[in-house]
């Protein structure tokens, strides 16, 4: 799997929120998830709670699951999250 934020620009040139994007690549199952901000400070620490959530609810319950990524500081936050949740 891998994973990183996105932004998408409306006709005007506007930036929107950012989004953090996971993508499985042995099925091709995509979700995206629309975050008020980069990382799991403030009211963006749902984040990881839910990717790790959707992560089990794929049938990766109690597996060891890699996922890649760029290193941003932002995403490593994410990532680490992730991993203390699914421990």
């Not at 799991?40 to 890699?66: E, F, H, S």
């Amino acid at each position: 799997s891998s994973m990183d934020y996105m932004l998408m620009n409306n006709e005007e040139g506007e930036k929107s929120k950012s989004t953090m994007v996971i993508v499985n690549h042995e099925d091709g199952g995509i979700f995206a998830y629309a975050t008020p901000s980069k990382g799991t400070q403030g009211d963006a620490y749902w984040l990881p709670k839910r990717m790790a959530k959707d992560i089990d609810n794929c049938g990766n319950q109690n597996v060891v699951v890699q996922i890649q990524n760029d290193q941003e500081p932002a995403i490593v936050n994410v990532q680490e999250a992730i991993r203390t949740l699914r421990r």
